[in-house]
């Protein structure tokens, strides 16, 4: 796959901040948190189940976790982070019990319990030297970091989703931000 595909495409962004604004009311357990796996009026519904267990295929639940903490990296958007939080203290007493029975939970948790860093290789233009650069930043082992590529027509459609990223200024041709927590040491002119 094309490391610059869908890095950091303001499409596919705007796209799952939709998707997960429209699916939260929809199937949010409000009262008691996590997700259940079908709509609440549905006719031929006799029980609404909120699976828990990662089997050969992840459950809806640990998905959804990680993927609300991811877009909350990502956009910034606190409102992501809290329902993910609502979701891991429903499944806690669970996951305390049985920390084998749902391993992209535990994950979502680690990431959870991280503060999240952001590292953005900031460009005019995608190249091969961005390219060399973007693959030497994603050797070292950091699974709870956010690096990603934008360049300028990408960093004017994040507006709307992820102000933060498309906020960051380029200097020269590539410019490198190093981020914890959405606050950034000085940015670094690599070319």
């Known amino acids: 796959m094309d490391l610059f595909a869908a890095n950091s495409n303001p499409v596919y962004l705007n796209r799952a901040v939709e998707i997960a604004a429209q ?7 409000l009262e008691h948190g996590g997700f259940f796996s079908t709509l609440e009026n549905t006719s031929d519904l006799v029980l609404r189940m909120k699976d828990d267990y990662d089997g050969a295929e992840p459950s809806g639940n640990s998905v959804a976790v990680d993927v609300l903490l991811r877009l909350t990296e990502i956009t910034g958007d606190t409102q992501f982070r809290g329902r993910a939080e609502k979701a891991l203290t429903a499944f806690a007493p669970k996951l305390h019990s049985q920390p084998t029975m749902a391993p992209l939970m535990a994950s979502a948790l680690g990431r959870w319990l991280t503060e999240p860093e952001q590292i953005v290789l900031r ?17 070292p082992f950091r699974p709870y970091s956010l690096v990603l590529a934008i360049d300028s027509t990408e960093a004017a459609g994040l507006k709307s989703s992820a102000p933060f990223l498309a906020d960051l ?8 931000y ?6 950034c040491q000085l940015p670094k002119v690599i070319a």
């Open 23 to 29: 699916g939260l009311p929809r199937f949010e357990d």
């Open 123 to 139: 460009c005019g233009e995608k190249n091969a030297e961005l390219r060399r650069l973007l693959m030497e930043q994603r050797k």
């Open 169 to 176: 200024a380029l200097q020269g041709s590539i410019t490198l």
């Open 178 to 183: 190093e981020c914890r927590n959405f606050t």
